[in-house]
């Protein structure tokens, strides 16, 4: 495999990282060393892109007899040099949770209450892996790599893929492939899907407003909590009956927060959820549909709802046509499934494949034998992938990136 010479390496660059993991948009430690590596490969890099963000740009040196005609100040980017030659982007998130580890690895996070359970950590050092077989190849290869580190993929709405895309990150790249560990697969498979993939992720705040008075006298107030609840079991109408049965939604409210005292009934209560869909024109409606469910149902037991939606990730969308390249690419090196139905968790690599073709692989982290019942998932304090499952992931970016430059 690629991935024999540098595994070692990849794997002392994961645990390292995982000891010292670092929340979006304070990722300096990490892009540090990830800048560091590249510059010690001789590629170009530049720090600081979208905020924390590196991008290394690897040069291939065999490009034909016929070079192609210079490119444009608009197609070429700030690494491109004056000449356009093919260029494809690997791309990996760097940024941690804000979650206390319960994992008991002797690398386990030094920093309290923040843990890489989102195997970012895993995807930084699987590409820069990749940056160290592809830089020893550089003279097999018909044109660019464009490396991109992203930082603050945690931070939806926000994330990070769009500061670096305002930034020039995407000017010629004409192709992208990135990765998730995904703990529902084993070690060994890689999961790759044409269409959609993930889920948009919204988040919605609602203030439901009635009036207090003392618990024994309910008449003399409107129960903002007796609200609430309506409004929580309203909005799953929206699924039931709005939404047709052949898209998928959710939507989940996560915190409640209402109330003073046992014997009170409080005149207010604050409400934050999410909304996942995967059509866009099902997320287009989502906004207008709560606000009229919440806003009718509060009116109507006396109260008030205000409602405040606010849009995040799109949905994540893979080329079909890169999407079936990358499953020729790795199938004599891993066991390749082609997934039935999308995951309604969310990306915001789903950004750049909106400018762009892109494809986001499901790989398999799940250690061979471990049952998938029980198994730590991802955001959860014990999550861990294989350590197996990183040379697949490099063969995985290998694969596809020749595989792209080649056609």
Sequence with gaps: MYADKVIEQVIGWRRDIHAHPELSKHEERT????????????????????????????KGLRRGSHPPAPATPETRGDLGGSIKYKTVGLRADMDALPLNEDTGLPFASQTPGVMHACGHDAHTAMLLGTACVLAGMRDELKGNV????????????????????????????????????????????????SGSVMAASDRIFLTVRGRSAHGSRPDQGVDAIVIAANVI?????????????????????????????????????????????????????????????????????????????????PPLVNDAELAGAAREAVKDSMEVIIPEQPDLTAEDFAFFARERPAVMAWLGCRAEGMPLEGAPMLHNTKFCPDEGCFAYGIEYFVRSALAFLNK
Excluded at 162 to 172: A, Q
Excluded at 258 to 265: E, H
Excluded at 270 to 297: C, F, H, W, Y
Aim: hydrophobic share 40%; charged share 20%; with cysteine.
């Design 31 to 58: 892009a540090s060393l990830v800048a560091g590596v590249l510059e010690g490969l001789g590629l170009e890099v530049r720090r600081n892109v979208g905020g924390n963000g590196v991008v290394g740009l690897l």
């Design 233 to 313: 079991t309203g909005l799953q109408s929206i699924i039931s009956r709005s939404v047709s049965p052949l898209d998928s939604a959710v939507v989940t409210i996560g915190t409640i927060h209402g109330g003073y005292r046992y014997n009170v009934i409080p005149d207010c209560v604050k409400l934050e959820g999410t909304v996942r869909t995967l059509n866009p024109s099902v997320q287009d409606r989502m906004p207008e549909m709560i606000t009229r469910t919440a806003r009718g149902i509060a009116e109507a037991m006396g109260g008030t709802c205000e409602v405040e939606y606010v849009r995040g990730y």
């Design 146 to 193: 464009k490396f991109i580190f992203q930082p603050a993929e945690e931070l939806n709405p926000e994330g990070g893929a769009p500061g670096m895309i305002r930034e020039g990150v995407l000017d010629d790249v004409e192709g992208m492939f990135a990765l998730h560990v995904w703990p529902a697969c084993e070690t060994g498979k890689i999961a790759i899907r």
